[in-house]
């Protein structure tokens, strides 16, 4: 079998991020000088956005402009090819990259298309805000040494105390032949090479050699650039590398800066392969999937792309461990409300040491009262912020990656996290939590929480109301479970008995309390009267992937979640139902369209638990429909994150319109990591159910005539499933374990 080249399977031309699995990630949301050479919109570094980075302006024999006008891109994971003509008789091909190292690469290749040597000057240069009387978005220690141009960045993030300092480096890989650095008053801030100094500077053949940071008024623009000649012989090419580098400080991003750029024998690596070859080893490292459906195959993969861009390599400030952020721009921290998704999805990678420290980053920030803090920044915890999470993840994890040294270290962690529940959100013991803000489910703007405190939408972080919720409720259900059977493992009986007996009082509750007979479903309640609030939300179904309900649950699932007026929409499902008084499709909120609003829109973070619904509970109870459901749902699902049906476009973007499937493209946010779908596709599509005593091999019906998924872990051992029309074989460790048609399974004994 050829096997997929997952580079080339994944290019397209609409897109631009870059990322290299640690701190720089190069993805404006939205991005004004795509077109230009380099880099001239925003990176970040962690969270903080900063640029430009730098661009680079090509000069005849006179120091003369030679305009180079864009032509065409193209992109892969490793990389962003494009291309330029002039009106000079050269051609020029750049190829941009983003190293693991955080350096951000332009590999330039210049083409001489006339029969006359060209004798071409080359200025590499940037222009960075530079504020110190504000204490905020300012330059120190800009210095020029080795052919590199290097300095402190401070940058202070919204409204966060801290002022965050890491540093830079400038450089290319030819002999540089002049400098300069220039201090300029505040003014349009382009990659226009008339607007530099360099451009008067440059007429006698070099740049001024000058290092000018201050002046009478030391706020504004620091111009920094770099001079090389470059000769490119008739009919010929050359070539240059530029890259800008950043680290935690100025020599360790010169450092990197200098490796990176370095082509030296016998082995050369210019940026572009060592890109590559850092991409490609991670998709090979990854189980191995090809399908008959597009969809399915193409999303397979596009998924472990975005996982890899939000990657950080940790070990540093309030990051000891790699995780992986939700999402770009303000997201790009770990965030408890994702970090669940994490676990599932990286549970299948080789290691499970992304989704370990998916959790152990937030328990090293635990805050004193045992609660998790929402987002981890860097150098700064916002102790208001939080979000529920189902923690009883990291036990599927541990299905597939058995560690019980992990499950021991961590358990201290849960269990004052556990403690905190009971102490603070359920005060009443009556086995049901509160949810005390509209933030803090990462699901504002909804008639669940405006049913119990109709100022609800503007209550902020820190802020309170009180609502027993289905979801959190569930969340700590699972958990409780999961640390009983924990504390039974590692011999501590009283916790044993609690966590158990935790977790039955719960379950107990949310049959006799949430059940809305009348309704036939799940319903969150007022504590001031006890009473169901009866709003349909999309959350009301999570119990159905849990072991709460029984088979008298299911025609309520049935009738609700299935039903066309409510749920069931052509794009399912919506986040509130489609007959509530708040629902709108167009995420408006009273009249206004938000950016995060959860009474109407299609969440990928609730449609993956409503998969594990449907599917769960077709399973366990055998149900035939439901069964069909599920593989119906994931279809949907998966086949509304592409634009405009396109298999070749797929996007990820953070809530979907119910009827057109059209996305929230106005948030600028795509491969958001907000939801788990290669772990449907493994679960579902290809049936790898692994439990703590055995793996199941049961693959749903969905409509496809093959797939076959290999390198699948497995406790150390490797699982191939291939499925041929209505037959699928299961292989561990290249050994045949069994064969079995659809609606079969086979079961593999630990």
């Known amino acids: 079998m050829v096997k997929l080249n997952v580079l080339e399977y994944l290019s397209r031309k609409d897109k631009w991020y870059l990322g290299g699995g640690n701190r720089l990630l190069w993805a404006p949301p939205f991005p004004k000088f795509l077109d230009w050479p380099g880099f001239w919109d925003p990176a970040q570094y962690y969270n903080y956005p900063f640029g430009p980075l730098f661009t680079f302006s090509l000069l005849d024999e006179s120091g003369r402009e030679i305009p180079l006008e864009f032509r065409k891109r193209d992109w892969q994971p490793q990389r962003i090819l494009q291309t330029y003509r002039t009106p000079a008789k050269l051609a020029v091909t750049e190829r941009k990259s983003l190293l693991p190292d955080d350096c951000l690469a332009s590999e330039i290749t210049i083409e001489n298309l006339s029969d006359q040597k060209r004798r071409l000057h080359v200025v590499l240069w940037t222009v960075q805000e530079s504020f110190p009387s504000q204490q905020n978005n300012f330059l120190t220690g800009v210095e020029y040494r080795e052919g590199a141009l290097r300095f402190r960045k401070h940058l202070r993030y919204r409204e966060q105390p801290v002022v965050y300092e890491f540093g830079c480096a400038l450089g290319m890989n030819r002999p540089v ?21 360099f451009y008067e500077q440059i007429e006698g053949g070099s740049l001024n050699n000058r290092m000018n940071t201050t002046g009478a008024e030391n706020d504004g623009l620091i111009y920094l650039g770099l001079h090389a000649e470059i000769t490119v012989a008739a009919n010929s090419q050359a070539g240059l590398t530029a890259g ?21 024998a016998p082995k050369p690596k210019t940026p572009l392969k060592l890109s590559e070859k850092h991409w490609s080893e991670y998709f090979a490292a990854l ?24 990657t950080i390599r940790g070990g540093e400030h309030n990051y000891p461990y790699p995780a992986i952020c939700e999402g770009l721009g303000s997201f790009r921290v ?12 990286t549970r299948w990678m080789d290691s499970p040491e992304i989704g370990q420290g998916s959790l152990l980053n937030f328990i090293h920030n635990q805050k004193e009262n045992g609660n998790f803090i ?51 959100r359920d005060r009443e013991n009556s086995g049901l939590y509160d949810i005390q803000n509209h933030y803090e ?20 972080w820190g802020e309170v109301f009180r609502l027993k919720g289905v979801d959190v409720t569930v969340y700590i259900y699972e958990i409780k479970k999961m640390m009983a059977r924990l504390a039974e493992k590692f011999g501590y009986a009283g916790d044993a008995r609690r966590w158990r007996e935790g ?19 799940f319903s969150d309640v007022d504590p001031r009267s006890w009473r169901r609030t009866a709003v349909k939300a999309g959350v009301c179904f999570y119990p159905y992937f849990t072991g709460i309900v029984a088979e008298n649950h299911l025609p309520g699932l049935k009738k609700r979640l299935l ?24 995420a408006r909120w009273k009249g206004k369209r938000m950016n995060c609003p959860w009474n109407g829109r299609v969440w990928p973070m609730t449609n993956s638990h409503l998969a594990e619904a449907l599917a769960a509970s077709g399973l366990r109870f055998n149900d035939a429909l439901l069964k069909e459901k599920a593989v119906e749902f994931i279809g949907k699902f998966i086949r509304m994150m592409f634009y405009d049906g396109d298999p070749n476009r797929p996007n990820c973007y953070e809530h979907y319109n119910p009827f057109s499937g059209k996305a929230c493209i106005y948030r600028g946010v795509d491969d958001y990591q907000h939801s788990w779908v290669v772990e449907l596709i493994i679960k579902y599509v290809c049936g790898i159910q692994p439990g703590e005593d055995a793996l199941v091999v049961e693959p749903l019906s969905f409509p496809v005539k093959r797939f076959v998924i290999e390198r699948v872990p497995w406790r150390g051992r490797r699982v191939k499933v291939e499925r041929s029309g209505n037959k699928f074989s299961v292989w561990v460790d290249g050994k045949l374990e069994g064969r079995g048609e659809m609606g079969e399974r086979v079961v593999v004994v630990v």
């Not at 860097?378 to 979000?387: A, I, K, M, T, V």
């Open 503 to 521: 977790a039955e009082k719960t379950r107990a509750a949310i049959l006799s309390e949430m059940w809305h007979p009348e309704l036939e479903m």
């Open 177 to 197: 032949n002049s400098f300069s650095v220039n201090l300029s008053e505040g003014s349009i801030n382009a990659p226009r090479w008339d607007y530099t100094p």
């Open 334 to 345: 770990p965030i408890t409300y994702s970090a669940q998704c994490h676990i599932l999805e």
């Open 563 to 586: 039903n066309p007026e409510e749920f069931w929409t052509p794009y399912p499902a919506p986040s509130s139902s489609v007959d509530d008084p708040y629902f709108d499709a167009e």
């Open 244 to 264: 800008f580098a950043a680290s935690e400080t100025p020599e360790d991003a010169a450092a990197n800066l200098s490796t990176s750029l370095s082509m030296a």
């Open 374 to 424: 929402g987002h981890v920044y860097p150098r700064w915890l916002h102790q208001e912020s939080f979000y529920h999470a189902n923690w009883a993840t990291i036990e599927q994890m541990h299905y597939v990656h058995p560690d019980d040294a992990f499950l021991r270290r961590v358990y201290p962690g849960l269990k004052k996290y556990l403690e905190y529940f009971d102490r603070e």
């Open 441 to 460: 489910t990462g699901q504002e703007y909804m008639h669940r929480y405006v049913a119990v405190e109709e100022r609800a939408d503007g209550i902020h």
């Open 287 to 310: 189980p191995y999937f090809e399908c008959s459906d597009p969809y399915l195959q193409k999303y397979y993969w596009y998924r472990w792309y975005g996982l890899r861009l939000f």
